[in-house]
């Protein structure tokens, strides 16, 4: 069992930053790969990044590659997403999940623990 704690949303300005975090509970964090989803009003949830177990491969959604960056530190049990240049379209609701069996997928379905998630609000 993981527990997974968002936080580090918030409102700001386009082209501006935030770094979101997610801690996890537990003494296995390494055993999941680790990802960030984001829901937008009226949307359906969707991938954002995903991290494997030692940090090693990452993989991204076309919408944020280039400006949003996942990292880990095991040490911590803790996943970063660092979100630069930002857009309106990147307001959302932001939930960080952990995986052990579906590593590659961007579906909801290759995750097994969910977090809460954060707000992220920016304006334009």
């Known amino acids: 069992q993981v527990q997974l704690v968002e936080s580090g949303g918030g409102l700001v300005q386009a082209g501006g930053s935030l770094r979101l975090s997610c801690a996890a509970s537990g003494r296995t964090f390494s055993s999941y790969y680790m990802g960030w989803f984001r829901q937008a009003p009226g949307k359906e949830r969707e991938f954002v990044a995903a991290?494997?177990?030692?940090?090693?491969?990452?993989y991204y959604a076309d919408s944020v590659n280039g400006r949003f960056t996942i990292s880990r530190d095991n040490a911590k049990n803790t996943v970063y997403l660092q979100m630069n240049s930002l857009k309106s379209e990147d307001t959302a609701l932001y939930y960080c999940?952990?995986?052990?069996?579906?590593?590659?997928?961007?579906?909801?379905?290759?995750?097994?623990?969910w977090g809460q998630g954060t707000q992220v609000i920016v304006s334009s």
């Open positions: 991290i494997s177990w030692s940090g090693g491969s990452t």
């Open positions: 999940a952990a995986g052990r069996t579906g590593w590659g997928t961007r579906k909801q379905s290759g995750y097994d623990y």
